[in-house]
DNA sequence: TCTCAATCGTTCGGCACCGAATGATATCGT
DNA sequence: ACGATATCATTCGGTGCCGAACGATTGAGA
């Protein structure tokens, strides 16, 4: 539990140090600069971390695991809500669903009703993969975040929903925000 | 400041309650899970906006932005040492510090004592450009973070400094954690 | 002095990823 | 019924980005 912070000085990485002094004359937000720089940093070590150590075994980028989680959490999905589930364009998802698709990983069918849409879904082979590399996965982010303990992880998780909300945001960023709990 | 977290269900996404109901039975650390998958989601959602809302509008992307912020902050450094500072592979910087030459905006010199090496600097113009993008870079920041008070944003970025240093250990990830304020 | 190994940056092949343009299909207005 | 419009997914051009292979340069040892 945090009481007291005074980030002040105390728990700087020396770089961070650094950018301190290098910017020091400017009227800057430092506390928001290394804030999103922690964010971008943690995300490409988690992900690095989980490309080496589970993914590349199971020859999965980390694109691929996602829609591959993402359809054995949610079932099958039109491309589109996949894609937004995904956090990727469109574009990006057709051809890396061609990827997994060519690999029997999933499936594309077509929609009676509506032949413009696609439903994708699991293969069996791809719920296999899944099934077996999520629980390794898991036991990696366990490791990840082993350095903090059960407040800490849920706090964190906390935070960054906030900030995620706040980023997503369609508008300029500016006006004063509405009900900020669950954004989603 | 956090005092009781009840994160079991109150604060939960829909999504995250989903992935819970879903992998009821299974034996995992949802805690993590949640936690590593924020991260990544605020990560995405940050840089998105800031690509479209500031970085666009100067012809950058986050990586090439990053590369300038760097040099800025640092000074010249060798393509190593920038590589490193920048979270990028070798490979990959060299052809981003191409674009970013191209440009005129960053300039490359072989150092006379040892001609394999190439230490990397700001044109003028590139320091001009980051001079002029990064405040309004950095205000960006400020708003993204906007929905947490002074104390959240310094512990986030300290639980942020916990994960990332372990997630960049070189290990398999199992012992114990030495010191863990300062990882540098 | 002449290899041999180490250490630089670069090149190369390949996938991930985006955004705009495209093509196919459905729907609405008349 | 039929053309205009909207709505899907896909295609396409271009970067970002990685890791392995490569070439150039340096330093160490015989």
Redesign the pocket.
């Known amino acids: 539990m945090p009481t007291q912070l005074n980030n002040d000085d105390g728990a700087l990485l020396q770089a961070e140090a650094d950018i301190r002094a290098r910017l020091e004359g400017l009227d800057l937000d430092f506390a928001a600069l290394l804030a999103v720089s922690n964010v971008y940093r943690a995300a490409t070590a988690i992900r ?1 971390r989980m ?2 150590d589970v993914l590349s075994a199971a020859g999965l ?4 695991f996602t829609i591959l989680f993402v359809l054995w959490i949610w079932g099958p999905l ?3 809500a996949l894609a937004e589930e995904c ?6 998802l ?6 997994l698709e060519g690999r029997g990983l999933v499936e ?1 069918v077509r929609l009676v009703g ?5 439903r994708v879904d699991l293969s069996e082979e791809g719920r296999r993969l899944i099934a077996d590399v999520f629980p390794r996965f898991n036991s990696a982010e366990s490791k990840v975040v082993a350095g903090l303990d059960g407040d800490e992880i849920g706090y964190l998780s906390r935070l960054l929903r906030l900030v995620t909300a706040t980023a997503d945001e369609t508008t300029e960023l500016v006006r004063p925000r509405g009900p900020v709990d669950a954004g989603g």
């Open positions: 690095n490309e080496r980028s980390w694109g691929g039109e491309a589109h956090g990727l364009a469109k574009g990006t057709t051809g890396m669903v061609g990827t594309r509506d032949r413009r849409r696609v």
